[in-house]
């Protein structure tokens, strides 16, 4: 098993991760900015899972640059990085999570919701 870290930009020091194992590969984000995406994509390149949090909903208008990314924000990161599939992560408790989904869905087409217990096995 191989474990890297690539830094994100946040306003608190963060770090994406990847796992690699028997030809495997998982992203997963932690908190960034779109500002971050080149370096997200180059990062997740391929991966068969892009765990990425997607905090904000585009419906209310947040700039490119903020700290979370939009639901369609990591859509774009995982149709460029050519993933598998994304799932998406970290909601704002007000939101229905289909809401992220659907807006996700207008990009990449192979998303799901995290949701504890619910993805035992990669493959």
Excluded at 11 to 40: H, L, M, Q
Excluded at 66 to 76: E, M, V, W
Excluded at 101 to 120: L, T
Aim: glycine share 4%.
């Amino acid at each position: 098993m191989e474990i890297t870290f690539c830094r994100t930009d946040h306003p608190v020091e963060t770090y994406a991760i990847k796992v690699s194992c028997k030809g495997k590969n998982i992203v997963y984000t932690s908190d960034t900015s779109f500002s971050a995406r080149d370096k997200i994509v180059e990062f997740a390149k391929g991966a068969d899972l892009l765990i990425c949090e997607s905090s904000l909903l585009e419906k209310y208008g947040f700039p490119e640059i903020s700290s979370h990314l939009t639901a369609k924000q990591a859509a774009i990161i995982a149709k460029e990085a050519k993933v598998k599939k994304l799932m998406l992560t970290h909601f704002w408790p007000e939101e229905k999570a289909r809401q992220y989904v659907k807006e996700a869905k207008k990009e990449f087409r192979e998303v799901v919701i995290a949701k504890e217990g619910r993805y035992k096995k990669l493959g």
